[in-house]
């Protein structure tokens, strides 16, 4: 009895010493609680802006109105069109008439950031294609976070829909682009500024009533 005594008190510190069992087990490490503040606070955000009349994919960047970041992404090797390499993508190839990016002349650039372990961009991937179609769109992307086999696979099985692709392997440019998660989509005018941002996988729906009026929009302003 008195053996057993001694080493159940052997384990005590001075800090558990004279603590109730009950009050020990309470004391979860904030570590551990860490990713529920998180989610929480973002769940908060989420119905703050329904409560406000915005919906989620309409949560403001700090980013729209401003210059696009600055960025160099290399392309996804293997990944061709027409027997050719299809092109990295860098800020200068957002700039119109800039004398090394496209002209630009009646288009905007939809940035699309997009990965093949995103099972939303799977969903989204047949939306991309029909815009891809419209002749004022140009249609590139940030490959974010991604394998390069992975991605080939993707696109290959799926169809590419996209003009260039930069490999944003380690999420880098993502963070500059203030980037959420994937997919997610910003429209840029021909002088290279974010007009637009919308979170989430688009469906016909939302391309149809959101993000063609914006980019109808941007292409007013000339």
């Not at 009349?53 to 729209?64: F, H, K, T, V």
């Not at 995103?118 to 769109?137: D, F, Y």
Request: proline share 9%; hydrophobic share 40%.
């Amino acid at each position: 009895m008195n053996d057993t005594s001694s080493k159940d008190n052997a384990t005590e510190t001075p800090q558990t010493k004279g603590v109730p069992e009950t009050a020990k087990l309470r004391r979860v490490p904030v570590l551990v609680l860490l990713p529920l503040i998180i989610f929480a606070a973002l769940a908060a955000l989420f119905l703050m802006q329904l409560k406000v009349g915005r919906a989620p994919n309409e949560i403001p960047s700090a980013l729209i109105n401003r210059p696009a970041p600055q960025f160099d992404l290399p392309e996804l090797a293997g990944l061709k069109r027409d027997g050719k390499q299809v092109p990295g993508i860098s800020t200068a190839d957002l700039i119109g008439d800039n004398g090394t990016g496209p002209a630009l002349k009646d288009q905007v650039t939809v940035v699309s950031i997009f990965a093949s372990w995103c099972v939303p961009c799977r969903e989204e991937h047949p939306v991309l294609e029909t815009l891809a179609e419209r002749p004022e769109v140009r249609l590139v992307s940030l490959n974010y976070k991604d394998k390069t086999e992975n991605a080939l696979r993707f696109l290959g099985t799926l169809g590419n829909p996209y003009d260039a692709v930069g490999v944003d392997e380690k999420g880098r440019a993502g963070i500059d682009w203030g980037v959420y998660g994937v997919p997610e989509t910003f429209v840029v005018d021909r002088t290279g500024r974010i007009r637009y941002k919308f979170i989430g996988p688009l469906n016909p729906k939302s391309l149809r009533e959101v993000l063609i009026p914006k980019i109808d929009a941007v292409l007013a302003q000339k």
